[in-house]
């Protein structure tokens, strides 16, 4: 029996108070852009994030996707992170669906990308290269054991792009765990870029749905792939009215767990076979490494204990998340010792 799932901060469930507001939304259609909830989460989205509008789609993978596709045609470029979510987690979507080509830029150990790198991968004007249009970055940086890139470290990105005729995404997926450990407001983070989507359904502790946000003509845009994928939800303020409720109540809850992933981490650190940097710990993200070969036996013996994480070769992630108290973390923790010290 599985007693704390720390595969995700996807796996959460809806507070009482989101279930409440699903059970008692008002709705409409919001193919018709009628659903009433709907509008609400989106101006809420992007008055949040400093934009002008917002739309709401399925996952934070359809959200890149269309926000990819409203700004690069086929043939066109986009230049992204050789470590980022979209190019390596998301089922080449982009590649197949837009017929875009990703370039991939070498990401340093914090998820950031050198502006001089962004500037030698755009491609000159030449009928043997794809037109470079788009720069897509990503914070907080998954593959970066959730590392939070700073309002600065944002600004010399985009100006990076920007100062070469690109239009800029962010995949903020994990914005509102950068925003509060930083202490910063969401918005300093997405001021210099043209386009973010954000998750509803990780931190923010919603059942279903991410937002994006940009320019009225943007939001047009992505509306309309979002309708050729085939993605028109009809009275989906059902879900939406969760997202009003994770917007007043889950983004300073933030804070628990990045305390919470740092508790872990410096437990973690002094278990035998097992290297984690606790400092490098700013979000609810924890990277480790482990023996070569040995993480999936890892993750199988702790599934034996009552403990859920994905498996792996010799890279293992531990995500803390809502509903998962001091208590089951320290459970999972004693959990993994043990399992570490028998297969040392």
């Known amino acids: 029996m599985i007693r704390v799932d720390l595969r995700s901060d996807t796996v959460t469930h809806p507070s009482p108070e989101m279930r409440r507001a699903m059970y008692e939304a008002e709705l409409g259609d919001d193919v018709y852009g009628d659903d009433p909830t709907v509008n609400r989460l989106q101006e809420r989205a992007a008055e949040l994030l400093g934009k002008e509008a917002g739309l709401f789609v399925s996952s934070g993978t359809q959200g890149n996707l269309v926000s990819v596709l409203a700004q690069a045609q086929r043939g066109d470029e986009v230049l992204v992170g050789d470590q980022c979510h979209i190019m390596n987690s998301e089922a080449g979507g982009t590649m197949v669906l837009g017929s875009v080509v990703l370039f991939p830029i070498k990401t340093d150990e914090f998820g950031f990308l050198e502006p001089r790198l962004i500037k030698a991968a755009i491609k000159p004007r030449d009928y043997h290269k794809p037109p470079t249009r788009l720069l897509a970055i990503e914070n907080t940086h998954n593959a970066s054991s959730g590392r939070a ?164 070769d010799s890279d293992l992630r531990i995500v803390a998340h809502y509903g998962v108290s001091r208590d089951d973390y320290d459970f999972a923790m004693k959990a993994l010792d043990r399992v570490m010290k028998a297969i040392a």
């Not at 410096?266 to 480790?288: C, H, L, W, Y």
Request: proline residues 3%; glycine residues 10%; contains cysteine.
């Open 149 to 312: 890139l700073t309002p600065e470290q944002m600004k010399f990105m985009a100006d990076a792009g920007h100062e070469n005729g690109l239009k800029v995404h962010l995949d903020g997926a994990r914005i509102f765990n950068a925003a509060v450990a930083l202490n910063v407001p969401a918005s300093s983070l997405t001021e210099h870029v043209d386009s973010t989507t954000f998750c509803l359904s990780k931190g923010l502790s919603c059942p279903i749905g991410s937002v994006v946000v940009g320019s009225k003509d943007f939001i047009y845009e992505a509306d309309r792939w979002r309708k050729m994928l085939g993605s028109g939800m009809r009275q989906v303020g059902v879900v939406a009215a969760a997202g009003l409720v994770a917007l007043d109540t889950m983004i300073d809850r933030l804070q628990e767990d990045h305390d919470d992933a740092r508790f872990m981490a410096s437990r973690m650190a002094e278990m035998k076979g097992i290297s984690v940097d606790p400092e490098r710990i700013q979000t609810n993200i924890i990277r480790f490494g482990v023996p070569s070969h040995k993480g999936n036996e890892i993750a199988a013996r702790l599934k034996d204990e009552g403990v859920h994480i994905n498996g792996g």
